[in-house]
């Protein structure tokens, strides 16, 4: 089993649409949690980090349940800039070993 | 803030032939120091990271190798690539205790 799996994808949506992508990690000892956004042939760049109480920044809401080890990220009212693979990210021990998913593309249609 | 200096944008390379890639970081000390690499339409796979000067631990077996001479400085060497080395070749550094960031890649092509 890989240590962190996402959604395969791709996500094709329209404008406007809400969507939500799922992430599921293997090890119980993972301290924190990611979303990252990486455009094609670009760096990946955090989008936010997710707690355990859930948050939220704008049009996006991230969530983490450590009992079922499962991180979803849903974004609302997408727009074309949305367009992008998202990778979920989960640190096993503060620092060092980042374990990357790996990503779920979102096509946001006009 | 910290700033990830990381070059070049693009290499294009023959089988066979070394490797240095470089990357420098600012606006920080003693910061953790990793090197990742994305395969075409792959995942990233942490290749080196380094906690401080001359501390290198290596994630994967490889033909590559990496030193860190400088506090801020991460470099990522071979002395003969392969044609499955090609990829995208990222620097990062830790900031804020937890975060990863990266510096804007490098794009190598073994042909």
């Known amino acids: 089993r890989k240590e962190v799996e996402q959604d395969p994808g791709p996500f094709n949506v329209p404008e406007g649409a809400t969507v939500a992508f799922n992430c599921t990690y293997s090890?119980?000892?993972?301290?924190?949690f990611f979303w990252y956004r990486q455009d094609c042939r670009k760096e990946p760049k955090l989008l936010m980090s997710?707690?355990?109480s859930g948050n939220e920044d704008g049009r996006f809401t991230a969530q983490l349940n450590r009992a079922s080890q499962y991180i979803s990220l849903l974004i609302r009212d997408s727009k074309l800039s949305d367009s992008a693979t998202y990778l979920c990210?989960?640190?096993?021990?503060?620092?060092?070993?980042?374990?990357f998913g790996p990503g779920t593309r979102l096509s946001v249609l006009p | 803030s910290q700033t990830i200096h990381q070059w070049p944008a693009t290499l294009v390379q023959p089988v066979g032939s070394p490797l240095s890639l470089e990357c420098t970081v600012e606006?920080?000390?003693?910061?953790?120091l990793y090197w990742y690499r994305q395969a075409a339409g792959r995942g990233l796979q942490l290749l080196f990271y380094?906690?401080?000067?001359?501390?290198i631990s290596s994630e994967v077996p490889q033909n590559l190798s990496a030193s860190r001479p400088q506090d801020r400085q991460f470099i990522l060497s071979s002395k003969k690539l392969l044609l499955s080395d090609s990829g995208f070749y990222l620097c990062?550094?830790?900031?804020?205790?937890?975060?990863?960031?990266f510096g804007s890649g490098t794009q190598l092509s073994v042909l």
């Open positions: 997710v707690y355990s």
């Open positions: 606006g920080t000390s003693n910061p953790n």
């Open positions: 090890n119980s000892a993972s301290q924190s």
């Open positions: 990062a550094t830790q900031r804020g205790g937890e975060k990863l960031f």
């Open positions: 990210v989960v640190n096993i021990a503060y620092g060092q070993n980042f374990v």
């Open positions: 380094s906690v401080g000067i001359g501390q």
